[in-house]
């Protein structure tokens, strides 16, 4: 069974730019989640679904992020326009509606550097 | 003050000893614990859970809680080189949204 994927690995961008990053849960998970860890810092929540549904998106930094998922299914998050302080690594992770409350599968995460 | 604080090591044990990681939380209410280990540029991943006071045994792995002390640790018994990696605390807010610490580092020597 594949586990949760993202992509890209890595991505390199200019201030300013825009970038899209996607992940694809473990079939037939229904939680989708967010996280973020920038240098230095631990990882941070940033928001979570269930479905295609918003469930808690309390950990979104600002208005210059937007995440989706489509038909429930795989999920992405646009950061427009990046600045600096967005450079870190994003990670996605899903789990099935009944799993724990802790007990996420990770994918290995999109590396963003903004020059 | 860190909602979840860990020392970020490096720790360095030698093989077959014991590894002693260490995790305190500020919430008081919380009620569910979780240790993921993260080999470099790896994806974290789930190696124990703790809800209740005491511990928790599986295989090389003890995870002890204290919601008196507010005090979770994890220890690896007769430790491995391939047990060198980040371990990663985390306390349960809700469903899926953890708070995690920085990670400790341990490093088993051959």
């Known amino acids: 069974e594949a586990g949760v994927t993202q992509f890209p690995s890595h991505s390199v961008i200019e201030k300013g730019q825009t970038v899209t990053l996607r992940c694809d849960p473990i079939?037939?998970?229904?939680?989708l989640y967010w996280y973020r860890r920038v240098m230095g810092k631990e990882i941070k929540f940033l928001l979570h679904?269930?479905?295609?549904?918003?469930?808690?998106e309390s950990g979104m930094p600002n208005n210059r992020f937007l995440a989706e998922r489509t038909g429930g299914t795989y999920s992405t998050l646009k950061v427009q326009p990046a600045e600096l302080e967005d450079s870190g690594v994003y990670f996605c992770?899903?789990?099935?509606?009944?799993?724990?409350?802790?007990?996420?599968?990770f994918g290995e995460g999109s590396r963003l550097t903004v020059l | 003050q860190k909602e979840v604080e860990q020392n970020s090591g490096p720790l360095s044990v030698p093989e077959g000893a014991i590894a002693s990681l260490n995790c305190t939380y500020s919430?008081?209410?919380?009620?569910?614990f979780f240790w993921y280990r993260q080999y470099s540029g790896k994806s974290p991943e789930l190696i124990m859970s703790?809800?209740?006071?005491g511990d928790k045994e599986d295989g090389r792995f003890t995870a002890q809680l204290n919601k008196a002390s507010q005090y979770v640790s994890l220890l690896i018994r007769d430790s491995q080189p391939s047990d060198s990696a980040t371990y990663l605390c985390?306390?349960?807010?809700?469903?899926?949204?953890?708070?995690f610490g920085q990670g400790t580092e341990l490093s088993v020597k051959p």
């Open positions: 992770a899903s789990s099935p509606m009944w799993a724990g409350p802790g007990e996420l599968f």
């Open positions: 079939s037939g998970h229904d939680n």
């Open positions: 679904f269930v479905k295609e549904s918003k469930q808690d």
């Open positions: 919430d008081r209410g919380s009620q569910s």
């Open positions: 703790i809800y209740s006071n």
């Open positions: 985390a306390v349960s807010r809700s469903r899926g949204k953890l708070i």
